[in-house]
């Protein structure tokens, strides 16, 4: 925009800026929305689920953790029954060991992984298809 000289101009610059203005507001209502949407807790566990979809050695970790914290807790409800501070810290003890060891054994997670996936993926057989009117039985 030039200079302003007459009121006629200023009157049509004040209309083309708040124009200008009604389209950036509207740019910014739309990204703060956007931002908003992503982090809501509902969003970011989506997102995360789908990156440990595509990260493979994620999923393992995740699964190797699961299973040696289960691990431990087992074994600890297994050993230790009573109740006294020796044996409450002894078993603390023991599952955090049994955790730590069950964990790091990688093999067992894949092979459930692989179990749990192969259960939710079609089956590759082929279809049959049977014909659609009954005259042919």
Request: hydrophobic residues 50%.
């Given at each position: 925009m030039g200079t302003i000289t007459n009121e006629?101009?200023?009157?049509?610059?004040?209309?083309?800026l708040e124009l200008k203005q009604d389209q950036e507001w509207g740019l910014v209502k739309v990204e703060l929305s956007a931002a908003v949407d992503s982090l809501?807790?509902?969003s970011l566990l989506k997102n995360s689920l789908k990156n440990v979809q595509l990260i493979p050695s994620i999923k393992e970790k995740?699964?190797?953790?699961?299973?040696?914290?289960?691990?431990?807790?087992?074994?600890r409800k297994a050993i230790f029954s009573e109740h006294s501070p020796i044996k409450?810290?002894?078993?603390?003890?023991?599952?955090?060991?049994?955790?730590?060891e069950v964990s790091q054994e990688t093999e067992l997670?894949?092979?459930?992984?692989?179990?749990?996936?192969?259960?939710?993926?079609?089956?590759?057989?082929?279809?049959?298809?049977?014909?659609?009117?009954?005259?042919n039985y």
């Open positions: 006629m101009d200023l009157q049509a610059a004040i209309i083309v809501m807790p509902l995740l699964v190797a953790s699961a299973i040696g914290l289960l691990a431990g807790y087992v074994s409450k810290v002894l078993a603390a003890l023991v599952q955090t060991g049994v955790s730590i997670a894949k092979m459930i992984i692989s179990g749990v996936e192969s259960m939710f993926h079609k089956s590759t057989s082929p279809k049959r298809h049977w014909p659609k009117n009954e005259e």
